[in-house]
């Protein structure tokens, strides 16, 4: 097999640009978590985390399933930059107006939320934020799928990984030198989202739009998108359900522990992320095209490249787990166990490939949409036996068994329905 054809090795480069892109993501990321736990405290870094995993899951389900749609439409029918941009603001106009429902559920519900659902009192502040801010969440996600779609990979990584994250530190370092509160920690991140939202727009839309004529209605595009919402939603909520569990069942003191481990061990979804936002809408593009063929040879060299570049990075999680969560301080080096348990659940996706996107760009969305919402109750009873035996380990162990029968299933679904395996 020709594993270094003219396309593949368009794969292999742009793929290994998203990767250093995703590199500095991470390691922003990391100098954040630095940041608030040396600056704020380990609690606040746990409210923060809870906070942010509970307004992406309602950002992702108020997108309506518009993101991944773009991909899928735009490539299976090889729209132009401008027919893809008529179709983006078809978008963006239904889930701005849907986004009113999320405002006013936090908004109304930040006391409620709070002291009844997590015992505390301080996320209140938190919750008001996310209240006012969800519809930049909304649109930011759209923004970077949209370029995904049309294949601006260069800025699809700057409004991902850098400008945001950059503008992040920044304003968590200013707002403790100007000695502000700790929910101040989470307006750097909406500010941060909405300086980088203004700029997507700028880049994106002219001042004196052409005009274009697309069959697609704008109820149409909410129609095809609600399988991928619903699959994209609870994939989502797969990987945060646990912090949001823990929140409700322990105190934030574990939830900012299990986060910085999850993160950690996480680091070979890198790999797996920065291959997959290059291929996806090739696979769209072959599938619209019905040459399966080389959907399977993408699918083949993108796996086995995945699972090459994969392997060494979660054995040098597994081995220096303590070494590395002792830069986040001697209370976090608990989290050695969970860190090597999630790297270990990373490592089976690396070797099943994009399981998820293949069944989205083919038109087996709602497989996919069934297999996470049956995978996503499997977690949810896992987890609410384990966390209370096991704490921060039994979550990360409930997310192990959840991610073997999501990458089981996929495996399975995709050779009956296209007839090729996807495992290296």
């Avoid at 729209?79 to 963006?92: D, E, V």
């Avoid at 006013?104 to 009844?116: E, M, V």
Wanted: hydrophobic share 55%; glycine share 6%; proline share 2%.
């Amino acid at each position: 097999m020709d594993l270094i054809s003219s396309s593949f090795k368009k794969v292999i480069s742009s793929s290994g640009i998203n990767f250093v892109f995703r590199m500095f993501g991470l390691g922003t990321s990391f100098i954040t978590t630095i940041l608030i736990t040396r600056l704020f405290g380990i609690d606040t870094f746990g409210n923060y985390s809870l906070v942010f995993a509970l307004s992406q899951v309602v950002a992702l389900f108020f997108t309506l399933g518009i993101p991944n749609t773009l991909i899928k439409i735009i490539g299976n029918n090889n729209f132009n930059f401008l027919q893809a941009k008529k179709l983006l603001i078809k978008g963006l106009k239904a889930a701005l107006l849907f986004s009113i429902l999320p405002m006013l559920f936090f908004y109304f519900g930040s006391d409620f939320l709070s002291q009844n659902i997590f015992h505390n009192i301080q996320l209140r502040n938190y919750f008001i934020i996310v209240a006012i801010t969800i519809p930049l969440f909304i649109v930011h996600e759209i923004f970077l799928c949209f370029l995904v779609a049309t294949k601006n990979f260069m800025k699809y990584n700057l409004f991902m990984f850098v400008i945001p994250n950059v503008l992040l530190m920044l304003f968590i370092y200013l707002f403790h030198n100007f000695d502000k509160e700790n929910h101040f920690t989470f307006i750097a991140f909406a500010i941060a989202i909405l300086i980088t939202v203004l700029i997507e727009a700028f880049t994106i839309f002219e001042l004196k739009p052409q005009k274009e004529v697309i069959s697609i209605s704008t109820l149409g595009l909410i129609k095809t998108a609600s399988p991928l919402l619903f699959s994209g939603l609870f994939l989502y909520l797969l990987n945060y359900t646990n912090v949001i569990l823990l929140g409700i069942m322990t105190n934030e003191t574990q939830v900012g522990i299990y986060n910085i481990a999850y993160k950690i061990g996480s680091v070979g979804f890198l790999v797996i992320v920065s291959v997959s936002t290059i291929i996806t809408p090739k696979m769209a593009e072959l599938y619209g095209q019905g040459n399966l063929s080389e959907l399977k040879k993408l699918t083949h060299n993108a796996t086995r490249l995945i699972a090459v570049l994969s392997i060494p990075i979660v054995l040098v999680l597994v081995v220096f787990s303590k070494y590395i969560l002792s830069y986040w301080g001697n209370e976090v080096v608990t989290g050695s166990a969970t860190m090597i348990i999630v790297s270990i659940g990373v490592l089976f996706s690396a070797m099943a490939g994009n399981v998820d996107q293949i069944l989205n760009m083919t038109e087996n969305q709602k497989i996919l949409r069934n297999i996470t919402i049956v995978s996503f109750f499997v977690n949810l009873g896992l987890s609410y036996l384990l966390i209370p035996m096991h704490g921060i380990e039994g979550a990360a162990i409930a997310s192990l068994i959840t991610n073997i029968l999501i990458n089981i299933l996929c495996i399975y679904y995709i050779k009956k329905k296209l007839g090729f395996y996807t495992l290296f």
